[in-house]
């Protein structure tokens, strides 16, 4: 028998045993020698668990982003629209029972719509102006829950308009004070169409947490709009709620069977489609730039346990000539290797979740200490920092994370279950 076959003999053990995980943890604890090796895996450690904590972040406010956005704008506009294209809609009494009698329809709400320019002593601003009933505007929870000053009691009588907190803040005015709202499509004259100016008093000041909304929606007695805007007896849109809005496809051959002829039909994802389409893309992208933090950390993983095993060549010689397999000195090294990507992704979530869970309390604190405005309202449009966290997207950061932790592992620990124990006490 040579002297290299009998220093390879086998001792059986069990996959895992106790002195792998106890021989794993004592090369962990490097000592004062080992520094670099020390350093070079606390890097790794902080790489995985940043990488994990920011991925989780960075995708809990793009979901919450979207799911913000998506709850204002379709608070305010409904899941479909149904336009007057070649002429107005009439008898939209009619049409309405029609659609709310659909199974799935929550509501329709027939109104008048028209842009006009707002104005006041302070200022002159453009503004979107809806003529709605009361009894419509209580099925536009956002607008409705959102009154932070007047009354919208008695709205069809009122004569008065409601106007967007933003809108009054910009023209500084309250309630009482009047507002001039000028049509440029006014009465038709044998001069052409003379634009229609009026003076209304503001009777409510709303907020839907949407600073493009709060500062551009004014709504108006649907039967003050309909004169106003030239609409006798008539609307120009019908707003349509349904139980499920992410699957608008189901409910669209039963509501476009009972359209008018001259009425289009739209779903909130063909008005909304390059901006909710532009968030997707971005949040894709963001996923993929982030991952690069957790692929860095393991690939310093590897660099780590390649220098590990270098310097622990006489140790695993000793061991494989008292007779520890090449399985047992490969899940040594895996331990060790694992042992960071899996510590470092679970801190990582930990860190990730309980910002998630202050993300606006930390915003204030970064403002105030920093002085900055850090989440501008006036261009992200919501007035809150928001952070959904979804739990399968959550699950996949951290199975990725860890299935790149052990694939890391892999290349070092087969280098050291190969080392030859004859070459590596040559010359010791």
């Known amino acids: 028998m040579t002297v290299s076959e009998s220093t390879v003999a086998p001792n059986k053990t069990s996959a895992f045993a106790g002195f792998e995980w106890s021989l794993s943890m004592r090369y962990l604890r490097a000592r004062r020698r080992e520094g670099v090796i020390s350093v070079i895996a606390g890097f790794s450690f902080l790489g995985i668990m ?11 406010v793009m979901n919450g982003f979207r799911a913000e956005l998506l709850d204002k704008i379709l608070g305010v506009n409904g899941h479909f ?9 009439r008898d939209y ?59 919208f009691e008695g ?16 023209h500084g005015l309250s309630v009482g004070d009047n507002i001039t709202l000028i049509s440029p499509r006014g009465a038709v004259t044998p001069f052409g169409i003379a634009p229609r100016i009026q003076p209304y008093p503001i009777v409510a000041i709303f907020s839907v947490g949407m ?50 002829d001259g009425v289009d039909l739209s779903s909130w994802q063909q008005l909304n489609a390059s901006f909710f389409n532009a968030l997707q893309v971005e949040r894709n992208v963001m996923f993929l730039i982030l991952s690069l ?19 622990k060549g006489r140790d695993i010689a000793i061991l494989r000539t008292m007779g520890a397999t090449r399985g047992a000195i490969m899940r040594v090294f895996f331990i060790t290797g694992a042992s960071i990507g899996v510590v470092g992704t679970f801190a990582g979530l930990l860190l990730g979740l309980v910002f998630c869970a202050n993300i606006e309390a930390i915003r204030q604190f970064v403002s105030r ?4 405005v850090v989440f501008d309202p006036t261009i992200y449009y919501l007035s809150q920092l928001p952070a959904k966290v979804d739990p399968g997207e959550v699950t996949a950061v951290v199975l990725m994370a860890l299935f790149l932790s052990f694939i890391a592992t892999l290349y070092p ?10 070459e590596a006490l040559r010359y010791e």
């Open 50 to 60: 940043l990488g994990v904590a920011t991925l989780i972040i960075v995708m809990s």
């Open 81 to 89: 629209m149904a336009i007057g294209v070649e002429k107005d809609i």
């Open 93 to 151: 009494d009619a049409l309405t029972e029609q659609l709310t009698a659909i199974d799935g329809v929550k509501h329709a709400v027939p109104f008048v719509e028209g842009q006009v320019m707002a104005s006041s002593k302070r200022t002159a601003t453009g503004a979107l102006v809806r003529g709605m009933t009361e009894a419509s505007l209580k099925k536009l929870p956002n607008v409705y829950n959102g009154l932070r000053l007047g009354t």
């Open 155 to 170: 709205f069809d009588n009122s004569g008065g308009v409601a106007v967007g907190s933003r809108l009054a803040i910009q």
């Open 211 to 260: 600073s493009e909304f709060d500062k551009a929606f004014v709504f108006m007695p649907l039967k003050d709009a309909q004169p106003y805007f030239n609409h006798e007896g008539t609307v120009s849109k019908i707003e349509i709620k349904v139980d499920d809005p992410e699957d608008v496809w189901r409910y669209w051959p039963s509501i476009q069977a009972v359209m008018p």
């Open 293 to 311: 933090i957790i692929l860095v950390a393991a690939l310093n993983i590897i660099a780590g346990l390649i220098m590990l095993v270098k310097d």
């Open 369 to 372: 200490v920093t002085g900055a």
């Open 413 to 422: 620990s087969w280098r050291a279950a190969r080392l030859d124990p004859v």
